[in-house]
């Protein structure tokens, strides 16, 4: 029985995998734009050990924008993914910071004082979003196989 559920899980991740990316890419290049539209509000989560917050926000906004588009391109997926593995793990101090201190994002839609369990819950949601990407690391099933 046991098997029987794990084949259809594996069954349904193999048909949610291709339309899944298509929301994982634009979400990562609106997330991207965020970083110049609005930059103040990611400086202040940048940890302060770190040096040029503006540079570094700006960085990091360009990242999100080109392993967005990347993902969505299938000669560039998988290096994309591994990028976007990177970058969620070279933000992650970020999220860290923001729980520890609990900053108060200034000028944020809702006020931008999030709860502490929101803040903490960013935490472990950083490890969803890295095995979304790391799904996209090695080729689908249907993109291995040979073109006809």
Request: aromatic fraction near 10%; charged fraction near 10%.
């Amino acid at each position: 029985m046991a098997s029987r559920g794990q084949g259809r899980l594996r069954s349904l991740a193999r048909r949610l995998k291709r339309p899944l990316l298509f929301v994982m890419g634009p979400l990562y290049v609106v997330a991207g734009t965020l970083h110049f539209v609005v930059p103040g509000l990611y400086v202040q989560i940048v940890p302060p050990v770190l040096p040029a917050p503006l540079a570094l926000v700006y960085l990091s906004g360009a990242a999100e924008i080109a392993v967005g588009i990347g993902v969505l391109v299938p000669r560039t997926r998988r290096y994309a993914a591994w990028g976007t593995v990177a970058l969620l793990l070279a933000i992650f101090p970020a999220n860290v910071y923001m729980a520890t201190h609990g900053v108060v994002v200034e000028g944020a839609p809702g006020g931008g004082d999030p709860s502490t369990l929101a803040r903490w819950a960013r935490l472990p949601f950083q490890g969803v979003l890295i095995l979304w990407a790391y799904w996209y690391t090695t080729p689908s099933v249907e993109s291995a196989a040979p073109a006809e």
